[in-house]
């Protein structure tokens, strides 16, 4: 099977809130959608508030656990994304941090979940002084110089670089990769959705969630849209909007520059760009097409407090928008706080969406970031094969993968079970010894990367059965596959010699039998509804890990 995006599901942790069967339910459904791996799901026992939280709060309970789980779990070679669900405050009170120190109105220390976390090293810093950068309105480096700090020249935005994004890359204050002492190091973070207040439902969330995962590499036959007009929302940031979508229309892409709020009646957005606190979509009647980006900038876009005023950003989403942004607090409409016009340059050269806002707004600490992190319309996939080992083929001892075939392909990764194994040069093999995989089901993940500034993957991925020791466990449901929400799901696992036998769902332990057979009672709502999958791994002399299970519940 092939996908690719800018950045991948391996490359992602999905954080969900244990404690909510929204979140649940998506996190569900998008893991089956982009095949995020079982290593890459976090649960959460979240029981604060689902819109804000003291920082305090956000660090102990959530971010930290977070980043404790990417270590343990030996993906920090790996992980550039740090996805919440939803059912997770969206706005996070800093002040906390900071009980002596005034700031100006303008850089109130108020932050967005996604902020916060992208923002990470400053959060955590220890010193009051490092954490204060946090705020600043040039804190993000990954943005390409010299457009940090609303230092933005028309020319220069047209004829900026876009890049791809890794977490261990260390960008300096002039936007360039090195590994200087004043370097930073971020993780792209993005919301899939929030359902409280003025947010959307989940059946919104999911529509737009798969629709924007199914865009990948789709070209849309559409155009972007810049939209002008007389209002401080517009002004702050469309002088540049001449010169980008230039460049846009230079690359193959449509798109124009007119005046008015909304682009009234244009059935063939591909993208959208304007300056308005309150609109009407539906009334309009335009049409968003899948994978599209759609922005404001307004005060209150991010707000999704009951009763709050202007059109929040959940807007676009409900009318089939790939993503949209908007700030939690206040900004004072400080065009560093919101993303350059650049953004959707980047977005038509082939990044993902993630990488696109971080490539574009250079304070990016109130912007809450809403949607499909990994969508990538204009992506231009590498394709290749890999021979050595065939689906579902039984092997032992070592073996050795070659990929070929792909244009452009400066390394390929090979994951085992999601988890970073090895990588090669183009035209070298991928060597794995099987014997230090327990016995059964495993996937193998082999990773191309484009040779080029923005760094495309494309993927294949082989389930094997590895067989060293002639240990299997057998993993069965006894009740039906298909089950409601108020259901008990019965799963019994058996391997004998086993010393004990334990159920997962993607890397949450469910329950555990001693000794070499047994049978767990797991209630449906602990699962979430929709798709999901459970495994049996044993321990003994001979561990063994069982074939998936499927599970659905509705």
């Keep these: 099977m092939l996908a690719f995006a800018g950045g991948g599901p391996e490359n992602v942790l999905l ?4 404690n909510s069967d929204p979140s649940k339910r998506i996190a569900n459904n998008y893991v089956n959608w982009r095949q995020i791996p079982p290593s890459n799901v976090v649960y959460i026992d979240w029981k604060g508030g689902n819109e804000f939280a003291p920082a305090d709060r956000f660090r102990d309970e959530i971010l930290w656990p977070v980043l ?36 100006r109105p303008e850089f ?110 789709t070209r849309p036959n559409g155009t972007i849209y810049f939209m002008w007009n007389k209002d401080v929302r517009s002004f702050t940031r469309d002088k540049c909007f001449a010169a980008v979508a230039a460049q846009i229309n230079a690359g193959g892409v449509r798109a124009v520059v007119q005046q008015g709020q909304i682009p009234n009646g244009a059935r063939d957005i591909a993208g959208m760009m304007i300056g308005a606190s309150d609109f009407d979509l539906a009334k309009s009647q335009i049409k968003i097409l899948p994978g599209a980006i759609c922005d404001h900038l307004t005060s209150e876009g ?20 790939a993503g949209a942004s908007g700030t939690v607090v206040e900004p004072r409409a400080l065009q560093a706080k919101f993303p350059l016009a650049s953004m959707q340059l980047h977005y038509v050269r082939g990044c993902s969406l993630a990488e696109s806002f971080y490539q574009s707004v250079s304070g990016p600490y109130q912007l809450l970031i809403v949607g499909e992190p990994l969508c990538q319309p204009w992506a231009s996939k590498p394709t290749f ?24 392909v400066g390394t390929y990764e090979l994951f085992v079970d999601g988890t970073f ?45 590895v067989d060293n020791h002639g240990a299997a466990i057998e993993l069965k449901l006894s009740t039906p596959w298909r089950v409601p929400k108020v259901a008990k799901v019965k799963i019994s696992a058996r391997q004998p010699g086993a010393k004990s036998i334990t159920f997962r769902q993607n890397s949450r332990n469910l329950g555990r039998v001693e000794g070499e057979s047994g049978e767990v009672e797991i209630s449906a709502a602990t699962l979430g509804r929709g798709p999901s999958y459970v495994q049996a791994f044993s321990e003994g002399s001979a561990p063994a890990v069982s074939t998936p299970v499927r599970i659905f519940v509705e």
């Design 421 to 465: 194994a090895t990588k090669a040069a183009s035209g070298s093999p991928l060597t794995l010894d099987t014997k230090k995989l327990a016995d059964g089901h495993h996937e193998l993940r082999v990773v191309g990367t484009r040779n080029d500034a923005i760094e495309t993957q494309g993927r294949k991925i082989l389930p094997i059965v």
């Design 385 to 408: 094969n890999v021979a050595g080992v065939e689906p579902n083929q039984t092997v032992k001892g070592s073996i050795s993968l070659a990929p070929s075939g792909a244009n452009a």
């Design 302 to 321: 991010g707000i999704f407090t009951t009763g709050a005023g202007q059109t929040p950003l959940s807007e676009f989403l409900r009318h089939g928008a």
């Design 15 to 18: 954080v969900v809130n244990s």
């Design 108 to 217: 109130d220390p108020v932050a967005s979940i996604n902020g916060a976390t992208y923002l990470a090293e400053y959060l955590l810093a220890p010193s009051p002084e490092l954490r204060m950068f946090i705020v600043g309105p040039d804190a993000n480096q990954y943005i390409p110089s010299p457009l940090q700090a609303n230092l933005v020249q028309c020319s220069e935005l047209a004829n900026v670089a876009s890049r791809g994004f890794r977490r261990r890359y260390r960008w300096g204050p002039n936007g360039i990769k090195n590994d200087s002492p004043v370097s930073r190091g971020y993780y792209l973070s993005v919301m899939l959705g929030v359902t409280q207040g003025r947010g959307n439902t989940t059946e919104e969330i999911l529509s737009y969630l798969q629709s924007s995962a199914n865009a990948d590499g």
């Design 68 to 103: 404790r789980a990417i270590e343990e779990r030996h993906l920090a070679s790996q992980i550039d994304y740090i996805v919440y669900s939803c059912d997770f405050p969206w706005r996070i009170n800093l002040r906390p941090l900071f009980p002596d120190q005034k700031f």
